[in-house]
Nanobody, 123 residues
Framework: QAQLAERGGGLVQAGGSLKLSCDVS????????MGWFRQAPGKERLFVAA????????YYSDSVKGRFTISRDNAENTFYLQMNSLKTEDTGVYYC????????????????WGQGTQVTVSS
């Protein structure tokens, strides 16, 4: 059973930057697609970014494209979300997620989730 743990949330001013990390336990990390989602207060959980198992493809929601960058370090079983030019509307709980399938094709099927980390962007 995979376990995922987010790190790096916090409070930042609008225009600032923050980097989230997700540590993933379990085998074959380098064979799974990974993703980030966020949930604003009173709203549904929404897709933010994803990265393919082979590090060849990345995907972003329109709202973060050009500002956020997803990356992974397969040697460390960790992946990241670099968030720049943060806006107040980026506030929410950020969740990391792991695909259910080994070497899966897009679209991904996220099945394993972290507990979430709070990101608050102040004006």
């Amino acid at each position: 059973q995979a376990q995922l743990a987010e790190r790096g949330g916090g409070l930042v001013q609008a225009g600032g930057s923050l980097k989230l990390s997700c540590d993933v336990s379990g085998r074959f990390f380098s064979s799974y697609n990974m993703g980030w989602f966020r949930q604003a207060p009173g709203k549904e959980r929404l897709f933010v970014a994803a990265i393919s198992w082979n590090n060849e493809d990345t995907y972003y929601s329109d709202s973060v494209k050009g500002r956020f960058t997803i990356s992974r370090d397969n040697a460390e079983n960790t992946f990241y979300l670099q968030m720049n030019s943060l806006k107040t509307e980026d506030t929410g709980v950020y969740y990391c997620a792991k695909d259910a399938r080994l070497n899966g094709d897009y679209p991904y099927t996220f099945h394993y989730w972290g507990q979430g980390t709070q990101v608050t962007v102040s004006s």
